[in-house]
């Protein structure tokens, strides 16, 4: 191989770039020393800006295709260098590839809860997190603000930039929107638009960049908030506090009176249960007012409590105990207590109970035997 060729060998005749990464934004093609001569071919291909720079000073750039390096292309580079009749030895130049296809599938989320007033719950914190495709538009204003001398400018590189301003973006609207909390997840995509062009307001001009797609995918409460949030909704579902009360006592008495194993307590649930339900419909009656002319209600009778084996049940009604002693399980003996006793006494001692516990009456005497006529 002569002098000649070895020369030519050592000079640039095919610049391009074939990216295999889906998240580089800029990337410097290596000249390693090697100078370009005159007629090399540049290959953009689709999705790609190649941009010239000299000493520091961008000059041409070239869209998709193929060309065939010569001064009637490179005008700018062609006033830098002083080629006034054209060129025909190698030159010296740096070239940036610019991905200008869509970087898609990054995150953004907000690393702290976010305050915002709720026309229903007052001051309360959020978080959001979604995701954003991102885009050079202006390679030039790139190549100046962001990639400098880098040899190759990754979308992580300016991605905690990008994420710090969705997040302001995404307090402002939210702060700005007066949408309550309960609502938010209906107003996704109207909040995505107003965050992405308050985003691109900010990074197009300034860094050459677009963002094509903004999506909220989440906004989430604090857990003990959303705890709350499903307890009032189950008091909205369940409507009435007291008719469902009453409902449940209800459909729990025959339950109650039919376990065989609840001994004098478990007799009695269904007594004492039906007591409070009376007590809860008593007052709903008298505040109705009653008929003119009518008589008032008769008192409740009294409520009694059964201390059996260190452990109280009850209240009882006197035909609860009446049936309980009938059965064998109310004794002369069991302790009892009502409202106005000073303490607690035997069932055979009060005298409201004494009843239950006397003999029974000896059997009917026989019909008298017929008359003669």
Not at 38 to 47: E, F, M, N, S
Not at 176 to 197: F, G, N
Request: glycine residues 8%; proline residues 10%; hydrophobic residues 40%.
């Amino acid at each position: 191989m002569g002098l000649f060729d070895t020369i030519r060998n050592e000079l640039v005749d095919i610049i391009e770039w074939i990216d295999d990464s889906r998240h580089t934004l800029a990337w410097r093609f290596p000249r390693h020393q090697n100078e370009i001569k005159h007629g090399a071919q540049l290959i953009v291909r689709p999705g790609q800006v190649a941009v010239f720079v000299n000493q520091g000073k961008i000059a041409d750039a070239f869209e998709p295709g193929q060309y065939t390096l010569e001064t009637d292309n490179l005008p700018i580079l062609s006033t830098l260098q002083g080629w006034k009749y054209g060129f025909d030895s190698p030159f010296r130049c740096e070239v940036y590839f610019v991905a200008t296809r869509q970087v898609t599938d990054l995150k953004w989320g907000t690393p702290n809860p976010v305050i915002m007033r709720d026309p229903d719950f007052g001051p309360v914190r959020i978080r959001a997190f979604g995701n954003y495709t991102l885009r050079a538009v202006d390679p030039k204003a790139l190549l100046t603000e962001l990639v400098a001398t880098d040899s190759s400018f990754e979308a992580d590189e300016v991605s905690e930039l990008l994420r710090a301003i969705v997040v302001q973006s995404f307090s402002d609207a939210v702060a700005s929107s007066k949408i309550a909390v309960m609502d938010l997840a209906t107003s996704y995509m109207e909040l995505s638009e107003q965050v992405r062009q308050t985003v691109v307001e900010r990074v197009d001009d300034e860094y050459g960049l677009d963002i094509p797609q903004l999506q909220i995918v989440n906004v989430s409460l604090p857990p003990e908030v959303e705890e709350a949030l499903d307890t009032r909704s189950s008091m909205n579902v369940i409507g009435n506090m007291q008719e469902y009360q009453a409902y449940q006592m209800g459909t729990s008495m025959p339950i109650a009176a039919a376990n065989p194993a609840g001994g004098l307590a478990g007799a009695g649930v269904g007594l004492g249960m039906g007591m409070a339900m009376a007590n809860q419909m008593v007052p709903g009656m008298m505040q109705q007012g009653a008929p003119a002319g009518a008589a008032p209600p008769p008192p409740l009778a009294p409520a009694w409590h059964v201390a059996e084996n260190g452990q109280t049940s009850g209240p009882f009604d006197l035909q609860g105990l009446s049936q309980a002693a009938s059965a064998g399980r109310l004794l002369p003996t069991t302790m009892v207590w009502s409202a106005g006793m000073a303490a607690w006494a035997e069932a055979q001692q009060v005298p409201a109970l004494a009843g239950l516990f006397a003999p029974p009456p000896p059997p009917a005497p026989p019909p008298p035997p017929p008359q003669d006529s």
